[in-house]
Structures are given as C-alpha cells and as structure tokens.
T-cell receptor, first 113, second 110 residues
Framework: NAGVTQTPKFQVLKTGQSMTLQCAQDMNHNSMYWYRQDPGMGLRLIYYSASEGTTDKGEVPNGYNVSRLNKREFSLRLESAAPSQTSVYFC????????????FGDGTRLSIL | TQLLEQSPQFLSIQEGENLTVYCNSSSVFSSLQWYRQEPGEGPVLLVTVVTGGEVKKLKRLTFQFGDARKDSSLHITAAQPGDTGLYLCGKGGSNYKLTFGKGTLLTVNP
C-alpha cells in the first residue's frame, strides 16, 4: 500500500546542474501536484496536473518544468538549479472530486550549493 | 500572496493543556481541509469541512467552520506529546487545488 512515492529522498546539487524529481501514485488518482515547503512559508504550489495529459502553473512555477508521463507519474524538472530552489519538495495526488483529500509523499530534500 | 492566515505561528504547551489554533481568510472558502505534518513526513489529512457552522470531532480534536465560511478553528483537548506537529489549513479551489496557510507548529511537552 505505497500511496505516493517520491524519489530521491535527498539530493545535493551544484548551481547550474539539472535534475528530475520523480513521483508516482498507485491510487488511480486523476490529479497530481508539486509543492515546495520552505521554513515559515507553508506549502506553495509549483505546478499541477488536473488530469492525464494536462499541466498548469501554480503559485511559484519559475525555474521548473513538469511532465505528466501517464496517470501514475508526474515529474518535476529543474533545468538549471539555483540556491533559491533549496527546499523540501512534496508531490501529492487526489481523486479529483470535491472535498477529497490530497495524499502526500514523504518529500525530497534538495540542497543546491 | 498568502490567502490564509494561521495563528499562532508557534505554540509550546505542557501535556494535558487545551489549545486552539486558527485559520482565517478575507474571502469565502468553498471547503477547508486541516492537515497534520510530522517531521520528515508529508502532511496527512485530519478533516474536511464544507458547510458554514459545521463542527466535526476527531477524538480529542474539534474542528469548527465559521458561519460565514471565512474562518476555521481547531481545538485540542488534553494535548498529548503525540499531537506535536505542524498543523496546516488548506482552502479548496479550482481543479481541486489547495492554497495552504503557513501553519502552526505545535510542541506538546511531557
């Protein structure tokens, strides 16, 4: 009963390097989301995918790209990492019906030097 | 722009005490969800409220949704160390997105 799985759990990058964060869910959910969490800032939405084949920008999309590879998988890419992107990244999914909860992964802790 | 204000930002209490945390907005919520996040983990849903004036109870936790659907509160009775965590409220929006507040970090000391 995995739920939402994120890989890797930890990563250290140098400024300018690229990286893809992976997320997969096994609950047959329609909607998937990427958030970043910084101290004192709560969770901020980067990108989301309301359904397979669609993606849209959230509150803080600059410097990121996403791919909804199929219904299960939603990846987040940093093309040229910057220190300001040091954060904890969470992926979430939900069934896409009103009042249904978002199910979160355990996060990827990303440090950019 | 933070659309949700949570207060207090930090709260440290002794085991057995009662506490209330708040989530407020200047605009109406269609729905509101409360989550608890423990260190090193993702947030986990506690409750969803959708109707103005609604009160829901989950063991020692009582959730209230304001009549005007612009505010919500979470009351914990006889707090225990296991209640320690970051409490987040999230406002429902289009495409089932959530806009979160900054959270209340609760520490319950034994």
């Amino acid at each position: 009963n995995a739920g939402v799985t994120q890989t890797p759990k930890f990563q250290v990058l140098k400024t300018g390097q690229s990286m893809t964060l992976q997320c997969a869910q096994d609950m047959n959910h329609n909607s998937m989301y990427w958030y970043r969490q910084d101290p004192g800032m709560g969770l901020r939405l980067i990108y989301y995918s309301a359904s397979e084949g669609t993606t849209d920008k959230g509150e803080v999309p600059n410097g990121y790209n996403v791919s909804r590879l199929n219904k299960r998988e939603f990846s987040l890419r940093l093309e040229s990492a910057a220190p300001s992107q040091t954060s904890v990244y969470f992926c979430a999914s939900c069934s896409g019906t009103v009042s249904q909860p978002q199910h979160f992964g355990d996060g990827t802790r990303l440090s950019i030097l | 722009t933070q659309l949700l204000e949570q207060s207090p930002q930090f709260l440290s209490i002794q085991e057995g005490e009662n506490l209330t945390v708040y989530c407020n907005s200047s605009s109406v919520f269609s729905s509101l969800q409360w989550y608890r996040q423990e260190p090193g983990e993702g947030p986990v849903l506690l409750v969803t409220v959708v109707t103005g004036g609604e009160v829901k109870k989950l063991k020692r936790l009582t959730f209230q949704f304001g009549d005007a659907r612009k505010d919500s509160s979470l009351h914990i009775t006889a707090a225990q160390p296991g209640d320690t965590g970051l409490y987040l409220c999230g406002k429902g929006g289009s495409n089932y997105k959530l806009t979160f507040g900054k959270g209340t970090l609760l520490t319950v000391n034994p």
